[in-house]
Structures are given as C-alpha cells and as structure tokens.
C-alpha cells in the first residue's frame, strides 16, 4: 500500500507512509500459482508498485514465463529520481501500462491528486511516448483512467476517450491507446470522505438506482484474482479492501499457499452493498466500462 501520492478517490488508502508490502516468499507464491493455473496476465497494483524492492525480480520472472504484465502507474513515480530508468524499464520488458490521469485539466488533476501531479503525469506521459508507448504498432500498450472528480458516475467512456485524445494531443502532443473509465469505490479513503460529508448513502443509491443487469456477464470477478500482500486470496481488489473472503463471507481466508485451483472452479463470489459500482450504469472494471 506504499505509494508517493494520497490520492483523495483511493480506495486503498494508500500513501507515503504505508508500509505494507508482500515478501519474496509470497511473490515466488505468486509465480508458483501463475504456473499451476497457467495464469496469462498479471496485474501489479498498489499503492504505487513500482516502489515495491522486488519489482523488477517479479517483472523479469513473470515476462520470461511469457506472462503479460500490467503495471497500474501514478505516472508521477516515473518523475521521482530514484526510479530515473524505471520507464526504460517497462518499455524494455515490454509491460503495458494502465496509468491514472483523472482528467486532462490541470486545476482537476491537481485538486484530486496533489499539486503539481498534472504537470508531472504529462512529463512522464511525453517520456512514455518517446519510447514507443502509445505508438501505433509498437507493441508498447499505454492506457490511461479516468474517475468522476466527485460521486457520480463516469460519463460514457467512447466519448470521453476521444475528447481526452483530442485535447492531449493537440495541447501536449501526447498519444495513447485506450481510456477506461472507472467509477469510484464508495470504500476505504473516497468511502471515509463521503461519510464525513454525509452523502454516502446518497452515493450507494445512485449506483444502486443505476444497476444493469446486462453488465453480469462481463464482471472482473469472474475471472480475476485478488491477492494482498499477505498473501490472501479474494474475488476482486474491492473485496480486499473490505476483507471479503474469497467466495464467500462466512469461510476463513483462503492463503495462496494453501490455495486448490479446483476450490476456484465455479465457485461462490462474496458480494455486498459495493458490488453496484461495477454493475452501475456503463459498467466499471479494471478495464473501463463493461458496456
């Protein structure tokens, strides 16, 4: 959960001050399972992962099993001195990018993540586009996020993508593949902000009042694992907040040392109140909308 932002949407609270991170034996636990379940995709999260001292050593190792690997960026790590070759990094690993970039207007950006972010988010953005990322037929994938600003729900992803291409390249000159649109977890430290401001209930009814019962299918739960940093497995990252078993509520925690691949097969998804904001509206999943 360690990270150099404290982004005010996070819903894992993370921060400078976290100390949280998974140990070499979990991350050979990782690769193990990665193996027995012939896993093709690995997505690092945190906090900002990049900080993590094993890294690179989970990197290289899932890259040479032929893993693809997703590295969630603040951007803005990219601009820290002591991860000066990080970009090369990724580009020579060829590890695709999710950054978060909650909008292209500089006062938005700022207000939501910290002064100064929007101008370093761009900076390592121009960086990234250098090396190849978000060119066409580089093989080097650059996707950005967007979040509401506030507790609503993301506008239509489609549009939004364009108008975020447009704008970027034109001010900036800056290119990239896809946008995903995600809403705001009503948990953790964006969860926290809405009580003190006593509009959560107000949220979790306008995703509840907003649930498409045609977003079901494409659920990120169905098919992706969460696992902190401990090691514990859970149906999906919001459920890790919120330590939600994987499966369901009432069973103990399941550890990925102990983990049987046919404990996965068709099995129970522990949901709750939370679950609407993927099923809200366009959809919301690790990878945009669902719609």
Request: proline share 4%.
């Amino acid at each position: 959960y360690l990270c150099n932002l404290s982004c005010v949407h996070c819903h894992v609270s993370a921060g400078p001050k976290r100390t949280e991170m998974m140990s070499r034996e979990t991350i050979d636990q990782v690769l193990a399972l990665a193996d027995a379940a012939n896993i093709h995709t690995l997505d690092l999260t945190g906090g900002a992962p990049e900080m993590h001292a094993d890294f690179r050593y989970l990197v290289r190792a899932a890259r040479d099993r032929g893993i693809e690997v997703i590295d969630r960026c603040n951007l803005t790590i990219l601009e820290e001195r002591e991860y000066a070759d990080l970009a090369e990094f990724l580009a020579a690993q060829q590890v695709n990018i999710v950054a978060s970039l909650p909008c292209y207007l500089e006062e938005n950006v700022d207000k939501q993540r910290g002064k100064g972010v929007f101008k370093d988010s761009l900076s390592a953005l121009q960086r990234l586009n250098r090396l190849g990322y978000g060119q066409p037929d580089s093989g080097l994938e650059l996707n950005l996020v967007f979040n509401p600003q506030d507790a609503v729900l993301p506008p239509n992803q489609q549009q939004l993508e364009l108008a975020y291409k447009q704008h970027l390249q034109q001010h900036y000159g800056i290119v990239f593949n896809r946008l995903f649109a995600i809403a705001n977890m009503p948990i953790q430290r964006f969860g926290s902000t809405l009580v003190s401001q006593s509009r959560f209930d107000e949220y979790l009814n306008l995703l509840k009042h907003s649930f498409r019962a045609s977003n079901l299918d494409n659920l990120m739960c169905l098919n992706t694992l969460s696992i902190d940093w401990q090691g514990y497995v859970y149906d999906c990252d919001f459920n890790q907040m919120l330590d939600l078993p994987l499966g369901a509520v009432a069973k103990p925690k399941h550890h990925i040392s102990e983990l049987l691949l046919e404990q996965l097969q068709d099995a129970p998804i522990a949901t709750a109140a939370h679950c609407y904001g993927c099923t809200a509206g366009q959809g919301s999943s690790c990878g945009g909308a669902l719609a």
